[in-house]
């Protein structure tokens, strides 16, 4: 196999790799809205998603980092998306899905320090993130 040969198909296994990423589609917890810019914190199987520039946490938790475009925001946790649209995956984010929560969209997540490594989450119950 010519050297030009071996890179072309290089190119094109990798150009199908990043394919396969772009296509997880990831939905908010009302299973039908779907987060169009969020991306798959994982390559394969049921992930949480976050928005471009964010930064997965282990707990399902997306972080704003300093690649996020545009200003900070007043909290830097949210909870994400899903791949799975039914949201009953363990690799969801599986807290603030209650009747007063943001079901079609992100939602901020605040620390409250004198629960520890709890946080209040807007009209959830305090939840732990450890």
């Not at 040969?5 to 779907?34: E, K, M, P, Q």
């Not at 997965?56 to 997306?62: F, Y």
């Not at 900070?72 to 007063?100: A, H, Y």
Request: net charge negative; charged share 10%; with cysteine.
């Amino acid at each position: 196999m010519s050297h030009s040969s071996y890179i072309a198909r290089l190119a094109l296994l990798n150009f199908f790799t990043l394919l396969s990423f772009t296509h997880a589609i990831c939905y908010f917890s009302d299973g039908t809205t779907v987060a169009n810019n969020d991306v798959p914190c994982q390559g394969s199987g049921n992930s949480t998603c976050c928005g471009p520039g964010y930064a997965c946490l282990s707990n399902h938790i997306c972080e704003w980092t300093e690649a996020v475009v545009g200003p900070k925001p007043n909290t830097v946790f949210f909870r994400g998306s899903c791949t799975d649209p039914t949201f009953n995956n363990e690799n969801c984010p599986l807290f603030c899905m209650g009747s007063g929560d943001t079901p079609n969209g992100g939602i901020g997540i605040s620390q409250w320090p004198t629960l520890g490594n709890a946080v209040l989450l807007p009209e959830c119950e305090p939840c732990l993130i450890g």
